[in-house]
């Protein structure tokens, strides 16, 4: 290869070299701009998310006219537009779909008597922790906080009390048997 064709060879992947940084930048800067609309989305829940909320809770159907008055009587806090908030984000097609800040609309459907909590005060539940064994306990109280329910659990073996034990992390355990 003579000497010119090399010089040509490198420059020309030192131009591949600075193009591939350039888009790189920009996938880095899309990707991040992604990652955090993707966070802040979960702090918010749809029209139809609500519907399957209530009907998860009570059983019962709800409709989007029912969910669009709560809305313009200002009960389920700012509309927002996902298309406009969430343009990273892809999203259904179709219709402009509106989203509402989880936190009010939880509150909101708690106090109408909507959502409830999984378990009730002196349910007896076993705590899922990163542990082998799980500990079973008694729910003491509970809380809706920031879109989900807290508990507080007082464990058997121990008489210690647990704080802020998210309801995922709770299941229903076996009542004691009289053999005990």
Excluded: C
Aim: no cysteine.
């Amino acid at each position: 290869m003579k000497k010119a064709e090399l010089a040509a060879e490198i420059k020309a992947v030192e131009e591949k070299i600075k193009e591939y940084q350039r888009k790189l930048r920009e996938l880095t800067a899309e990707w991040e701009e992604f990652i955090a609309q993707e966070r802040e989305r979960e702090y918010y829940i749809s029209s139809k998310e609500i519907i399957d909320l209530i009907l998860a809770h009570t059983g019962k159907l709800s409709n989007m006219s029912m969910i669009k008055r709560w809305a313009d009587e200002g009960y389920l806090g700012e509309v927002v537009d996902e298309k406009d908030k969430f343009w990273t984000l892809r999203s259904k097609q179709g219709k402009k779909r509106f989203l509402y800040p989880k936190k009010t609309v939880y509150s909101f459907l708690y106090e109408k008597g909507l959502i409830h909590p999984k378990f009730e005060v002196l349910d007896r539940v076993r705590i899922s922790r990163q542990t082998e064994n799980a500990d079973i306990g008694t729910v003491v109280q509970f809380a809706l906080t920031d879109a989900e329910f807290y508990y507080t659990v007082q464990l058997e073996a121990t008489g210690e009390i647990v704080k802020a034990v998210k309801e995922t992390q709770l299941e229903l355990a076996q009542e004691r048997s009289g053999a005990e």
